[in-house]
């Protein structure tokens, strides 16, 4: 459960944290993913695009 408090009637600061803590924590991704349904292929084809994605990324960190 992620829960922000509001302090001294702050709404839109209580939004962007609340908003961080969820993008931290996964959620936000998480819930675009299951937002419509994939087929056993597809989910292998995502997941092999994702992976490839942290490869590429690792490999720019590592050249500079």
Do not use: C, F, P, W
């Not at 600061?13 to 998480?30: F, P, S, T």
């Not at 292998?44 to 960190?61: G, S, T, V, W």
């Amino acid at each position: 459960m992620i829960a922000v408090l509001v302090k001294n009637n702050n709404i839109t600061e209580a939004i962007r944290q609340l908003k961080r803590k969820i993008q931290k924590n996964g959620l936000l991704r998480d819930m675009k993913r299951h937002e419509y349904h994939l087929s056993r292929s597809e989910r292998r084809k995502e997941k092999n695009h994702e992976a490839l994605k942290r490869l590429r990324k690792r490999e720019r960190r590592n050249y500079s």
